[in-house]
């Protein structure tokens, strides 16, 4: 990402509506939806911010982004949409017409204090099971990818599963843009460019992965994983480079891991789909998702990656820990929930009620996938014929 001239501070000058937010270490997003609409977030959830009428005019953000890109080399008049980063490090994304209908400013700050995985555990966003899973098996020199949404806090524990690696191994890190906080003496950076041309030329994630292969890393760390990089960090994962971790922008475990094997797709390299699911399989023996609920983020889930069942074309997982839903008493929320979902016992299970679904049918194909505990309480329970040998629980 290209660095500009300008600080925080100087956006807080031109526009000051903005300068109580800038100082205020509470705030992670600034943004600015065009003139006079001002959102801030502060400790994960966001809110509109009245400003007087007649100021944050068209003209104000439009000397502010400016100022933003200021020795960048960007030109707002030919390039519409810019990814900048502060000399402060906080990014910033502007959007002009045409490519949007306002002048829009989002301004992202990052954390000054690094948590480490004690604080985070401490904190209650992750829960003690899930740090030694997490630990075993970067140690084991297995691999760790945290799935979550936008906001989720993928970053940040991404960050504090860093300082789990031995300080004595070499570690390469790559970036979209730098946010991940290294304490290892021997270790690489790399970071990528969306845009530019010449001097400033593109520079796209799957090129650093490429490259970075050739600077000798113990472990890799990606920052996130976007595109047709999947492909080259799965090849590099299956054959070497254990202990390595990356993110994926993902609302489940199994979405997680099927939108891995769709990234590597558009690699183009025309392997089957079965063939690029055993490889993922192969890659991550870990997922843990991250989300923010009312505000505040943790982890929801964690699942042990066994393998992919082409039959099904279903991954073969095991629950390692799982958010328990906030119970009531005794069948006071029994209306609420779908008869389908009470008889499959299994927390997010998706089956259309529309479609006819039999008790053995949902055993059945629940059985294969290994998809949790539930499942596996429900066939030693009395599910319909008798389980294969080959199909039994880890």
């Given at each position: 990402m ?6 925080l501070?100087e ?28 959102y801030?977030?502060r400790?994960?959830?966001l ?10 005019t ?15 080399g960007?030109d707002l ?10 000399s402060d ?13 306002e002048?829009?400013?989002t ?7 690094m948590?480490?995985?004690a ?10 099971p ?22 989720s806090g993928?970053?940040?524990l ?6 789990l690696?031995p300080?004595?191994d070499r570690i ?6 730098i946010?991940i ?6 270790s690489l ?6 845009f ?11 090129d650093l ?5 050739r600077?000798r890393?113990?472990?890799?760390v990606?920052g ?7 492909a080259?960090v ?29 990234c ?16 993922v399989?192969?890659a991550?023996?870990?997922?843990v998702?991250?989300a923010?609920?009312d505000?505040v ?6 699942v042990a990656?066994?393998g992919?069942?082409?039959r099904?074309?279903?991954?073969l997982t095991r629950t ?16 609420a929930?779908?008869?389908w979902r ?5 927390p997010?299970l ?5 479609e006819?679904?039999t ?11 290994r ?5 596996r ?10 389980r ?7």
């Open positions: 290209i660095e500009t001239q300008a600080s501070a956006v807080g000058e031109h526009l000051a509506d903005l300068r109580q937010f800038v100082g205020d270490d509470s705030v992670s997003e600034i943004i600015v939806n065009g003139p006079g609409r001002l801030v977030e400790e994960g959830r809110a509109r911010v009245a400003v007087p009428e007649g100021s944050l068209r003209r104000d953000l439009e000397a502010a982004a400016a100022m933003i890109t200021r020795g960048s960007f008049r030919i390039e519409p949409i810019v990814d900048v980063r502060l490090g906080s990014r910033v994304a502007i959007a002009s017409p045409p490519a949007s209908t002048l829009a400013i301004i992202r700050r990052f954390s000054k204090c948590l480490s995985a604080d985070l555990v401490g904190s209650g966003s992750l829960p003690r899930v740090l030694l899973a997490v630990r075993d098996t970067l140690l084991g020199d297995g691999n760790v990818l945290i799935a979550g949404g936008t906001g993928k970053t940040t991404l960050n504090a599963c860093v300082g690696l300080a004595s390469v890190v790559i970036e979209d843009t946010e906080r290294l304490k290892h003496a021997n950076r790399l970071e990528g460019r969306a530019g041309a010449g001097a400033n030329a593109r520079v796209s994630i799957r992965v490429r490259h970075t292969l600077h890393p113990d472990r890799i990606l996130e994983v976007r595109g047709p990089e999947a080259d799965i090849q590099a994962l299956v054959t070497g480079h254990g202990g390595s971790l990356s993110t994926i922008h993902a609302s489940t475990c199994a979405g997680a891991l099927d939108r891995l094997a769709t590597a797709l558009q690699a183009g390299d025309a392997l089957p789909w079965d063939v690029v699911c055993r490889s399989a192969a991550f023996q870990l997922v998702r991250q923010r609920v505000g983020r943790a982890v929801r889930e964690a990656v066994l992919y069942e082409p099904t074309g279903g991954w390692v820990w799982e958010e328990e839903a906030a119970a009531g008493p005794a069948g006071a929320d029994d209306a929930v779908p008869a009470r008889v499959a016992g299994v997010g998706l089956v259309s009620p529309a006819p679904v008790v053995a049918g949902l055993l059945r194909s629940l059985g294969d996938t998809r949790s505990e539930a499942t309480g429900l066939w030693r329970s009395g599910g319909p014929g008798r294969p040998a080959s199909r039994e629980a880890a």
